[in-house]
C-alpha cells in the first residue's frame, strides 16, 4: 500500500502509487512505527522542497533516522512529501531547501527580495509570508475572473470545480498525480468560479523572473 505522502496542489497529501519529480517537507508530522500520519499537518513554518537524489543519501521514508553506525534506531525524521513537480509543491506553499538546492533557494529568496523591495532578504521572511497564505495552513485564496488569467505568469495553478489547472503559455493544462492533461483555452473557464491556489508570494516571485521545474508531461 502506498504510504500517504503525496501532495496535491492544494496543500493536502494522499496515499497514491505516483511519486513525482521532487520530494521535501514540513518537519515531522508522522508515526514511524506505523509510517502514517498524525493529525497535525504541519510542523514548521519552512516548508520546503528538496530533490530526490543528494549525495548517495538513502531514507525510509516516513521512518526513523539512522543512527552513528548506519542502522535505522533513531528518532522519527523528517517526513518526507512528493510532488509532481516544483509547480505543484509551490502551489502548495513550499519552497526550494537551502541544503539541497542551495542555488535555487538563493534564485527563489532573491526574487522575492526584488518583489517586495527587501534589500537582504532572508528565507524566514519568505516562510512568515507563506504560511499565511497557505490553504494548509489555514490560509485563503483569492477568486479569480476569467480576463484575470492571462496575465498570471506561467507557474501559477487555479482550480474550478475543484480541479487543479497549470497555466503555461497561455493555455491551462489540467493537474493529476501522473502528469498534466492536454492544454486547453482560456475562455473555457468563461462563467465558471475559479480560485487562485498558488500563493500570492510565489505570484510575485515568479513574476519576478523564478523559473519552476515542470514535470515532463507539461511538455507534451
Request: glycine share 10%; proline share 7%; hydrophobic share 40%.
Amino acid at each position: 500500500m502506498p504510504l500517504q505522502n503525496r501532495v496535491d496542489p492544494f496543500g493536502a497529501i494522499h496515499a497514491v502509487p505516483e511519486r513525482g519529480l521532487f520530494t521535501g517537507n514540513r518537519g515531522i508530522i508522522h508515526d514511524p512505527e506505523t509510517r502514517t500520519l498524525l493529525r497535525k499537518r504541519w510542523a514548521l513554518r519552512a516548508w520546503i522542497i528538496c530533490v530526490c537524489q543528494f549525495r548517495n543519501v538513502r531514507r525510509q521514508p516516513m521512518g526513523r533516522n539512522r543512527r552513528s553506525d548506519d542502522h535505522l534506531g533513531g528518532k522519527a525524521g523528517w517526513t518526507e512529501l512528493f510532488f509532481l513537480d516544483e509547480v505543484t509543491a509551490l502551489a502548495a506553499g513550499h519552497r526550494p531547501c537551502f541544503f539541497c538546492q542551495r542555488e535555487r533557494a538563493k534564485d527563489f529568496v532573491g526574487h522575492f527580495g526584488e518583489a517586495f523591495g527587501i534589500a537582504e532578504p532572508r528565507a524566514p521572511q519568505v516562510d512568515k509570508r507563506l504560511h499565511k497564505e497557505r490553504l494548509a495552513s489555514g490560509g485563503k485564496r483569492p477568486d479569480v475572473a476569467t480576463a484575470e488569467l492571462a496575465s498570471l505568469p506561467d507557474g501559477a495553478l487555479i482550480a474550478a470545480n475543484g480541479c487543479a489547472y497549470a497555466l503555461r503559455n497561455g493555455k491551462a493544462l489540467p493537474w493529476s498525480f501522473a502528469g498534466y492533461g492536454p492544454p486547453i483555452d482560456l475562455d473555457q473557464f468563461e462563467g465558471k468560479a475559479l480560485v487562485l491556489l498558488t500563493p500570492e508570494t510565489t505570484l510575485a516571485v515568479l513574476r519576478h523572473g523564478f523559473r519552476p521545474v515542470w514535470h515532463p508531461s507539461a511538455e507534451a
